[in-house]
């Protein structure tokens, strides 16, 4: 089967900027988009541009975008993805700079991973002298996965919009570490993601879930660091607050109002009170501000199932 | 085919015109719905922050209520309520341990225990996949031959493991559902990404963002406006549209917004010839004046 493959090619050194360009591979059955862009390198063109090494979803290296989305082309079946999308549109990853075709520069990603640390500590940062656990792996909720390929980062909504938030892979990497019994350092390295780029710029758009081509599902190891963070005692931030107080609310009323979570969450911080309230006041007036505290059919149940939980933990 | 409705907390409180706009398309269409009078939050992700175990026993009560009610559908109007619910739906589904432990709570609070013979479904599935878009078509009167641009917001796509409705790369429910009131969908790429209602406010500065590139690109390729199938992402398009522009404003001094945002209750509601003022459209802050206008 003849396919078409359209490229998004660029080598910001001589062009102006990127230009698809169509190649045609005679595909085998069951070849991937790995092979199929080796094939073209070698008997089309020699400059096509990709990294790639282990051709078994292992290295991490071959990530790129395919029809739109983050994917491992060595994992990628091609006649699937065609199916799928009635074409087959390949180009770098998003959120990193491209140096040439599908390479990008991921120096940014790897200080990011360096930075939670990645490393069991003793509390004064010096190494842990590692000994095998058994059971490690379940407490890890598959954190320890990760193969570092940078797909999650290049689809994360949050990190388009801020390119300073540490991101997807580092966090999950920094709750491999939290989870670890071995390690000693928790409390340093939580106290670190509780700033602007850490844990609570996350908005939850599921995208790094989705595309984690190791099912490492970083969000979800995000809630729990947040989960930690609260236990530990970095409680009184306005995101923390976010948490509790909604929780609080929906424990009282069973159910949320979104007019009374705001002033709930700001309590105390001046400043954040101000900027919501002119807000507050536009939405009064166009009917979106409901009455606090009207009686809710249910909430008796609802109370009790609060309290089991709380008895129980 | 009975539902019974899970209206939501946003849809009772901030956004009561949802509400109000469902009742008036799920009315003339006929669909024969249970409204769940004693309905609790379904968490939207935050509850399972604080304490998984909580949120899951909160949504078992809602499907378990169902199900005693011999009703084995449950209809979604909210996004994120559709993900979260729908969600733990699927889990507890799979997952006995899961699903006896949370039963243990749920009967020692409320009697109740759920089976997991429940199904959860969004409106927009409903009418897609149940109701059928050409059966819709009946009822529309007035079609609006506005550009509209689909915005599906985060839940109900992904996890794609638990909506499987939709294509999560590709969607096409919302399209559908915009050609069938005789309009035209806006192609974009911000119809699948986040409107960041979940930081708004915390971290505005990436809410404001998201809502500034959204809308903005909606409006470069020509919407008249955006339709939601989601209430938080509504409040966040909306609401803070105007924001979202001064903060536009401080790079790029020329570019406004100023796109109304519609529930998609409304939209189907403006084609079978309810009156903005029945569907609630006076409680929207960004003016839905200049669509009305068009399609009048
Ligand atoms: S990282 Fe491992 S699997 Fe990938 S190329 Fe190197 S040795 Fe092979
Ligand atoms: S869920 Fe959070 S970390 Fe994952 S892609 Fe979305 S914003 Fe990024
Ligand atoms: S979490 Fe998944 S997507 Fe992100 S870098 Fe690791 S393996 Fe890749
Ligand atoms: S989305 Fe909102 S607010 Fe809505 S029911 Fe679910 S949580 Fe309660
Ligand atoms: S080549 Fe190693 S992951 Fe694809």
């Known amino acids: 089967m003849r396919v078409k493959i359209t490229v998004q090619k660029f080598n910001p050194e001589v062009d102006q900027k990127p230009y698809p360009r169509d190649y045609f591979v005679e595909a085998s059955r069951g070849m991937t988009l790995l092979s199929a862009l080796l094939k073209i390198k070698a008997e089309t063109d020699g400059t096509l541009t990709f990294r790639a090494s282990c051709r078994a979803a292992i290295c991490g290296s071959c990530a790129m975008q395919v029809n739109g989305s983050q994917k491992l082309a060595c994992k990628l079946p091609l006649k699937e993805e065609l199916e799928h999308h009635g074409k087959i549109e390949v180009g770098p990853m998003a959120n990193m700079p491209v140096i040439k075709d599908m390479v990008v520069q991921m120096n940014p990603f790897w200080e990011k991973v360096r930075a939670v640390d990645p490393f069991l500590m003793t509390k004064d940062g010096a190494e842990v002298p590692t000994e095998a656990l058994k059971d490690l792996h379940e407490k890890l909720h598959n954190a320890d996965g990760c193969i570092l390929c940078g797909a999650c980062v290049s689809a994360c909504t949050a990190y388009e919009v801020s390119s300073g938030f540490l991101g997807p892979a580092a966090l999950a990497k920094a709750y491999r570490f939290q989870a670890d019994p071995r390690d000693q350092a928790h409390l340093p390295r939580l106290e670190a993601l509780q700033g602007p780029d850490g844990i609570w710029d996350c908005v939850r758009c599921v995208f790094c879930v989705q595309v984690c081509p190791k099912d490492v599902r970083p ?22 607050r976010h948490i509790t107080e909604f929780t609080k609310v929906v424990g009282k009323e069973g159910r949320l109002n979104e007019a009374l979570l705001p002033v709930l969450m700001t309590w105390g911080n001046i400043k954040k009170m101000l900027r919501i309230i002119p807000l507050g006041i536009k939405m009064f007036f166009h009917g979106k501000t409901p009455f606090p505290f009207k009686r809710v059919p249910g909430a008796d149940q609802v109370r009790a199932i609060f309290k089991y939980w709380e008895k129980a933990k | 085919m009975k539902y019974a409705l899970f209206p939501g907390c946003a849809a009772k409180g ?16 006929g669909l024969d719905i249970v409204e769940l009078e004693a309905f609790n939050c379904c968490g939207a992700g935050v509850i399972t922050e604080a ?21 084995n559908n449950v209809m979604t109007i909210c996004g994120t309520c559709q993900g979260i619910l729908g969600g733990a739906n ?26 997991g013979t429940v199904e959860v479904k969004h409106l927009q599935w409903i009418l897609v996949k149940d109701f059928g878009v ?23 796509l992904r996890p794609s493991r638990a909506t499987g409705f939709d294509d999560w790369e590709n969607p096409t429910s919302l399209e559908k559902l915009i050609r069938a009131v005789g309009a035209y969908p806006v192609e974009y790429d911000g119809r699948t990404k986040c409107c960041g209602f979940p930081v708004l406010l915390e971290k505005d500065q990436i809410s404001l963002s998201m809502v500034a590139q959204n809308v903005g690109e909606a409006k470069e ?23 979202a522009e001064d903060r536009l404003q401080q790079e790029h001094p020329d570019q406004t917004l100023g796109v109304p945002i519609l529930h998609l209750p409304q939209l189907l509601g ?27």
């Open chain 2, 51 to 71: 304490d998984p175990d909580l949120a899951y026993t909160l949504n078992a009560r809602t499907l378990a209520t169902a199900e005693k009610m011999g009703i």
């Open chain 2, 90 to 115: 699927k889990n507890l589904q799979e997952d006995e341990a899961l699903r006896e432990r949370i039963n243990r709570a749920l009967k020692d609070t409320t009697g109740l225990e759920y089976h």
């Open chain 2, 270 to 296: 403006l084609a079978m010839g309810f009156s903005p003022k029945e569907l609630g459209m006076k409680r929207h802050l960004v003016s839905p004046a200049p669509l009305i206008e068009k399609i009048q």
């Open chain 2, 14 to 29: 901030a956004t009561p015109e949802l509400y109000a706009s469902t009742m008036k398309v799920v009315g003339r269409l």
């Open chain 1, 219 to 240: 969000m979800e190891q995000i809630v729990r660091l947040r989960r930690l963070s609260i236990d530990a005692g970095f409680s009184d931030s306005v995101e923390a």
């Open chain 2, 221 to 243: 390729k020509g919407s008249d406006a955006m339709v939601t199938p989601c209430p938080l992402c509504h409040m966040s398009l909306d609401i803070y549209q105007e924001r």
């Open chain 2, 134 to 156: 050409d059966e819709l078509g009946k009822f529309i009167t007035h079609p609006l031959h506005v550009s509209i641009a689909p915005f599906y917001g985060c839940y109900i």
